[in-house]
C-alpha cells in the first residue's frame, strides 16, 4: 500500500503529498486525533514515499526501500511505542543514540513516536531538547491521541497533521477489503465509532461474539435467570482485557435501553439488536438504567486500577441484577 491508499484522512494525506511533492519536508510532525484512525499506517507510508527508490512522489510498495519500511527492518527508520504504561527517558536516549549516526541508506532518519501522550516528564524534557536542536539528517514523527496532554514547547515544535474519526462509510470499505461481507461489514462499521482498532482484542467476529455473550447475560439477569450465561460469562471474566471488553458491551448495551427510553430514541450503538433491546427495556425504568450504566463506568475505571477482574465482574452482577430487576412501586 502507498500514502493515497490510506482511506477517510484526506486533509492530512494531502497535506503529505504536498511536503513530498515540494520536497519541503519538515524535521518533525505530531499526527494527531482519535486512536485507530490510521496515524501509524500514515507514518510508515509517509516514510515509504520519503524513502522509495521509484521516481514518483509516493510509495512503489516493491523497491528494496518500500519492502524494508514494511518489514520493520529499515536502518534507517526506527519506531518507539510505550512499554507498558509509559515512555521513559531511556525510549529517548535511544532515539538520540539513533540520530546521532550519519544514516546508512538514505538523507534522513525517521523515527516514529507511537503514543506520546505517555511520555514521562523527564522523557518529554528530554524530547523537547531533540526538538530544538534537531540534527540535519533527523525527521520525527510524534503520534499522539490526546494532543492536549502534550506540553505546548513540544506540539508548538511541530507541524501539526490532523486526523479524524473515520466515516462510516469509510469504515465500511475497510472492513469490506478485510474479508466482511455487507451486513457484518455494516454491522462493524457502526460499532467501531469510527476506530480502527475499535476491535481491540481480536477480530470483528470475537468482538461480535462478546457482545452477543453481554446481551445473553443482560438479558437473563432482567429475567431473573442467569445462571447459564452467568457461568459462560465468568470464565470470559477471569482475565482482565476480556473483563473489560465485556463490561464495556454491558454499558454500551445499557446506553442502548437508556435510549430506547427516551422519545424519540436516538440511533442505537447495537442497531441489529433494535427490536430485542426495546423488549428488554420495557419493564425497566429508566433512573435504574442509568444508574446501570454509571456502574459499569465506575467498575470499568476500578478495572483499570488493577483490581481483581473477577471479583469486580462478580460484584457487577450482583448490582446488576439489583437494578435491573427491582420494579417501580
Ligand atoms: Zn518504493
Known amino acids: 500500500m502507498a500514502l493515497q491508499d490510506v482511506l477517510g484522512q484526506e486533509r492530512a494525506i494531502r497535506l503529505l503529498q504536498q511536503a513530498l511533492t515540494r520536497a519541503r519536508i519538515a524535521q518533525a510532525y505530531l499526527f494527531y486525533g482519535p486512536s485507530g484512525t490510521g496515524k501509524k499506517l500514515t507514518a510508515v507510508q509517509f516514510t515509504k514515499a520519503l524513502y522509495c527508490g521509484s521516481a514518483t512522489a509516493d510509495a512503489c510498495d516493491c523497491c528494496v526501500s518500500c519492502s524494508k519500511i514494511d518489514a520493520g527492518n529499515h536502518p534507517d527508520v526506527l519506531t518507539i511505542s510505550a512499554a507498558g ?12 543514540h539513533h540520530l546521532s549516526y550519519r544514516p546508512y541508506e538514505q538523507q534522513r532518519i525517521t523515527v516514529i513516536v ?10 518529554a524534557n528530554a524530547l523537547l531538547k531533540t526538538l530544538e536542536e534537531p540534527p540535519d539528517c533527523a525527521l520525527l514523527i510524534l503520534l499522539t491521541g490526546k494532543r492536549a496532554a502534550l506540553p505546548l514547547t513540544l506540539t508548538s515544535r511541530c507541524q501539526l497533521v490532523p486526523f479524524q474519526a473515520l466515516p462510516p462509510l469509510h469504515m465500511q470499505a475497510i472492513f469490506a477489503q478485510q474479508g466482511l461481507d455487507e451486513a457484518e461489514a455494516s454491522l462493524a462499521a457502526t460499532l467501531s465509532e469510527g476506530r480502527l482498532d475499535a476491535f481491540a482484542h481480536g477480530d470483528f467476529a470475537q468482538a461480535v461474539a462478546i457482545r452477543d455473550q453481554a446481551h445473553a447475560l443482560l438479558s437473563d439477569l432482567v429475567q431473573s435467570q442467569a445462571v447459564t450465561s452467568f457461568l459462560q460469562a465468568r470464565k470470559l471474566a477471569g482475565k482482565r482485557e476480556q473483563c473489560d471488553e465485556l463490561l464495556r458491551w454491558l454499558a454500551l448495551l445499557c446506553r442502548d435501553l437508556a435510549v430506547l427510553k427516551t422519545t424519540p430514541p436516538r440511533n442505537l450503538y447495537n442497531h441489529d439488536l433494535r427490536r430485542e433491546l426495546t423488549e428488554l427495556a420495557l419493564p425497566i425504568p429508566a433512573e435504574q438504567i442509568l444508574e ?8 470499568r475505571h476500578a478495572l483499570g486500577m488493577n483490581l481483581n477482574p473477577q471479583l469486580i465482574f462478580e460484584h457487577v452482577l450482583i448490582h446488576l441484577q439489583h437494578l435491573l430487576t427491582t420494579k417501580q412501586a
Open 114 to 123: 507511537d503514543g506520546c501522550e505517555l511520555l514521562t516528564a523527564p522523557a
Open 85 to 96: 504504561s509509559s515512555i521513559g527517558i531511556e525510549h529517548i536516549r535511544t532515539l538520540q
Open 292 to 299: 446501570a450504566f454509571a456502574h459499569l463506568e465506575q467498575q
